[in-house]
């Protein structure tokens, strides 16, 4: 018998405005007929189909599937020779199938209205085109019908001013920006969808032209980013909740023994804002534009600060009991009603193809609350254990793999309710690391364990082997030090961590204290990232990580001495202690940090310092005898950097010095100068 005989599959390539709006068309629908939904968020990070969807779907032999399209052509072949082996009802979204039945908007009204917009209404002469996914139906469909209504009007299509944006802000970004240096006279750039006309949208400004006095922008989609960006973006909206109403009730016909649909186009119409609109708008119609864009960035800035807290409280968790905590905490907030942590039994090698074992359930979280989950390991090819397993058949539940380093280590199930879209990357990505990180450390933790009770067993059982004892006691001896590495070392950077910093710091201070020759000398840098939070803002978590990678790189590259130490503060924050060292030292080490960090060159859009991502430093130096103790030493550091802070950012402070040093101009040989009293506060924005 079917576990789940009323059980529909949405195969989705990520799970992003365009996926969801999708979702929301197409649940109410199949709950109508008394259908569930299941998400299957598919990684395009590993090729074709896992091994673990593959071994569901065999389990639950769900009665139809919906899918999306894939990022490349070989995929999405692999995902529809998978589904044909079901022989069950398929409706693809945006996925040309010459037997079956797809959904699709209707492209060819869309952007021949983005034309006569353009051209007709607006008076555009030399327009650009930023194409989509090359193998992917609505670009190819969007791009054909570009040349064919510019070439209506007597434009001939210009083959330099069509580049590629591949449906990607940042890969739109840099093409618009190489292709308005060689092309200054182009007056207006139609996008194949809404992300890419974003980037255009930078790009314009980068090059000093004004949106839409110097150029015009068009987007495809109409996603709710579009409102969000100053002016707001001329869009077109392809009715995407109704793509997907279409979709399910085409499914439930097929289920009934109705014969595939064939080709389904669904209507689009043009959503005119200020990328195009004429300067000369009406007061109320701009105030109603500001209106509508600030409520918008509230509720975004709302959403992620609610994913930034959830990032930062799984930051300090150290124990699975820890992450259910966090979780049952942060999750109502988040907008999720019900989510389910999966953890295998042994983690899968997602390149090996390893087929999923046992599992055991983390979290049981529902009607706002953790509950006790079943103890024990279950089969996971049906994802839930069976007391639980009826939760898959109500609702619609969105499933995605736990990956990291090349391993899945199990698999979240959610429903969301309300708040950000991307609470599913935030969960994915957040909940990945801090798994992996806890993973390692219990594996290392169990090694050293089990190696002792060999030692005690042999010892007992083998006193006389004596090789083999030490040889025992030399790999416990091993895993220890590697175990005590691991919890000195910061996940994400590698480097030191926080707890590494102040070890190190209290037995350096016990040296200063106890020196009986001469003075000794102890200097701290205290680092904070400049406008971090609008970096992750702007760039994403993902990108935030590189970034604090990137920093960490350039710390440890600055420090040269042996003792020294460079490490994770906490969040954006780093600290290099340098004993032995004093204020040139100090100052010597701060200069090399920024200037490899310059050197570096990350990009930060958002940065109101530089367009690349910089720091501030603050130094304190600490000797025999001041009595201050190492807690005075850290604060005299961070009053430096919070005096670099209100003094612009990207610069370098020295405790007790009257004027900041600026790392581009700072000499080898500079020293202190007049003493700074007074207390300074930190500016808000970091």
Same mark, same amino acid.
């Given at each position: ?94 996925? +040309? ?8 908007? #209707? ?35 969007? +791009? ?40 200054? +006279? ?145 999750? #109502? ?182 020196? +009986? ?10 680092? #904070? ?108 550091? #961070? ?48």
């Amino acid at each position: 018998m079917d576990p789940f005989p009323r059980l529909v599959v949405l195969i989705s390539t990520g799970m992003d405005e365009y996926q969801t709006r999708l979702v929301a068309g197409i649940s109410p629908v199949l709950s109508q007929h008394g259908h569930s939904l299941l998400v299957c968020v598919n990684d395009p990070r590993v090729p074709g189909p896992p091994p673990s969807l593959r071994m569901f779907l065999q389990a639950a032999s769900p009665c139809g599937f919906i899918t999306t399209n894939c990022m490349a052509g070989e995929e999405e072949a692999s995902f529809a020779a998978l589904l044909e082996s079901f022989g069950r009802p398929v409706v693809r979204i945006g996925v +040309e199938t010459p037997d079956g039945t797809w959904i699709r908007g #209707d492209n060819v009204t869309g952007m021949r209205a983005v034309v006569a917009h353009l051209v007709d209404d607006c008076g555009a002469r030399t327009v650009a085109h930023v194409r989509g996914i090359p193998h992917q139906p609505d670009a190819i469909d969007r +791009e054909r019908v570009f040349r064919e209504e510019l070439a209506r009007r007597g434009l001939v299509p210009d083959e330099e001013l069509v580049v590629d944006g591949r449906f990607d802000q940042e890969t739109s970004y840099w093409s618009v920006r190489r292709l308005l240096k060689a092309r200054p +006279e182009i007056d207006a750039v139609a996008a194949a969808n809404d992300l890419s006309a974003l980037g255009a949208l930078r790009a314009a400004r980068a090059a000093g032209l004004r949106v839409p006095d110097d150029i015009m922008i068009t987007g495809f989609d109409n996603e709710a980013t579009s409102a969000l960006n100053w002016p707001g973006l001329t869009s077109v909206d392809q009715d995407l909740e109704n793509q997907g109403t279409v979709a399910a009730r085409q499914l439930v016909a097929e289920m009934k023994g109705k014969p595939p649909g064939g080709e389904i186009m669904v209507p689009s119409r043009l959503v005119v804002r200020g990328t195009t609109r004429p300067s000369g708008a009406s007061p109320v119609d701009q105030n109603r534009l500001l209106r509508e864009i600030a409520e918008g960035a509230y509720d975004h800035l709302s959403g992620q600060d609610a994913a930034l807290g959830l990032n930062r409280s799984l930051f300090h968790c150290t124990t699975l009991d820890a992450v259910v905590d966090v979780l049952a905490e942060k999750l #109502d907030g988040l907008g999720v009603g019900r989510c389910f942590v999966v953890l295998h039994q042994r983690p899968l090698r997602t390149a090996a193809g390893d087929p999923p074992g046992p599992g055991r359930l983390l979290l049981d979280f529902r009607e706002g609350k953790a509950h006790p989950p079943p103890q024990g390991w279950f089969p996971t090819r049906l994802l839930l254990p069976e007391d639980l397993r009826h939760q898959i058949g109500t609702g619609a539940l969105m499933v995605q793999a736990l990956s990291a380093g090349g391993r899945e280590l199990g698999y979240v199930l959610f429903e969301r309710g309300w708040g950000p879209v991307k609470v599913g990357e935030v969960l994915l990505q957040d909940l990945s690391r801090t798994l992996e990180a806890i993973s390692s450390t219990e594996q290392l933790q169990l090694h050293a364990v089990e190696l002792e009770e060999l030692v005690q067993r042999r010892t007992h059982e083998l006193a006389e082997e004596v090789t083999t004892r030490r040889r025992a006691e030399v790999e416990l001896q091993r895993a220890n030090t590697e175990l005590q590495r691991l919890l000195k070392r910061d996940g994400l950077t590698s480097i030191a961590n926080r707890a590494a910093f102040e070890s190190h710091l209290a037995d350096h201070w016990r040296r200063l204290e106890g020196a +009986e020759h001469g003075e000794r000398k102890l200097a701290l840098l205290m680092i #904070d990232i400049d406008a971090f939070k609008q970096y992750n803002d702007h760039y994403g978590h993902v990108r935030g990580d590189q970034a604090l990678r990137t920093v960490a790189s350039c710390l440890h590259s600055a420090v040269r001495e042996p003792a020294d130490l460079a490490c994770r503060y906490g969040g954006e924050e780093f600290a290099v202690l340098l004993p032995d060292s004093g204020a040139r030292a100090a100052l010597a080490v701060a200069k090399r940090f920024h200037g490899l960090l310059a050197k570096a060159a990350v990009p930060h859009a958002a940065s109101p310092v530089a367009p690349r991502l910089t720091a501030s430093t603050g130094i304190a130096v600490s000797r025999t005898g001041d009595g201050n103790g190492p807690t005075g030493l850290v604060e005299a550091a #961070d009053r430096a950097l919070y005096r670099a802070k209100a003094l612009g950012r990207d610069r370098i402070v020295l405790s007790g010095s009257a004027e900041p040093a600026d790392p581009a101009t700072l000499q080898d040989k500079g020293t202190a100068r007049a003493a700074v009293r007074g207390p300074l506060e930190r500016s808000a924005s970091g």
